[in-house]
């Protein structure tokens, strides 16, 4: 077993011994499987010279765990009532920095980073699609998140789960499932199975954010044909999308990236 990797019976006797109860709000599910956590680990192929974000340390033990690979950790934390945890599982570990402060506040400093992290099920998407857009920009994550999530980042045209999510995780990286992982692996356990994803970022295209803008205003009414969906941001949508090669009854669920880029580079001019 790799240092670290905290079992159930570990997981539930460090909450109790200092008080802490594990809340909904914050989305508060801590793994407590060491071989999911090992499996993790070895996936996101960290070590000695890497820089690794991890958001929603909780126990500790994915912390622990990527430091044993050699990595520099900086792990990010919201709940103060964790801080005598992290300071008991931690005390050894010299490679990880614990702040306490809001994932969406992080900021990355020079060289490469790679995000690994069992990431908080009331943010994951939004935090994903915020980081990949707008920054901080690491180069490669490796992330827990709902399945129902996993399945939106990774769909593809003509999928019912197939949506902006999808469109802006594949302008700017190249996302995949990794593997799946049963609820009977955290603690408290939900009602969801998770997947792990990983999302290599790629440079953007030229339109990148026009398209993502559209796919937005397309998907808001993704019921509709996009002739009908995109009245409202362009002049002429039936002239528009046909000059992007476009057919204007498809619905947005039916266009992939590259259709998405080309109507932004009409737009564009």
């Known amino acids: 077993m790799r240092d670290g990797a905290q079992g159930r019976a570990e997981v539930i006797g460090l909450l109790r011994r200092h008080g802490v109860n594990p809340t909904k709000r914050l989305g508060q599910n801590f793994l407590v499987d060491p071989n999911t956590i090992n499996k993790i680990v070895d996936f996101a192929r960290v070590g000695p010279g890497d820089q690794v974000i991890e958001v929603g340390a909780g126990t500790g033990t994915l912390s622990r765990a990527l430091a044993a690979t050699g990595a520099t950790i900086v792990a990010y934390e919201i709940d103060e009532h964790l801080r005598p945890v992290l300071d008991e599982v931690l005390a050894s570990v010299g490679n990880v920095e614990v702040r306490f402060a809001d994932a969406a506040q992080i900021t990355l400093g020079e060289g490469s980073w790679t995000v690994v992290a069992n990431l908080p099920y009331y943010l994951s998407s939004t935090l994903l699609l915020d980081w990949l857009q707008w920054g901080p920009q690491p180069e490669r994550f490796v992330v827990m998140v709902q399945r129902e999530v996993a399945d939106r980042l990774t769909a593809g045209p003509g999928s019912r789960v197939y949506g902006i999510p999808s469109v802006i995780a594949r302008l700017y990286g190249r996302p995949a499932t990794a593997f799946r992982v049963p609820s009977t692996v955290f603690y408290p356990q939900p ?11 790629r440079e953007p295209p030229p339109h990148a954010r026009r398209a993502a803008a559209l796919a937005s205003v397309a998907f808001g009414q993704r019921r509709k044909m996009l002739r009908r969906s995109l009245a409202g941001a362009l002049t002429d949508p039936e002239a ?3 000059e992007a090669g476009i057919d204007p009854q498809l619905r947005p669920e039916d266009v992939d990236v590259a259709g998405f880029l080309a109507l932004a580079e009409v737009v564009d001019g």
């Open 191 to 201: 009602e969801v199975e998770s997947a792990v994803v990983e999302i290599v970022r």
């Open 240 to 242: 528009t999308l046909t």
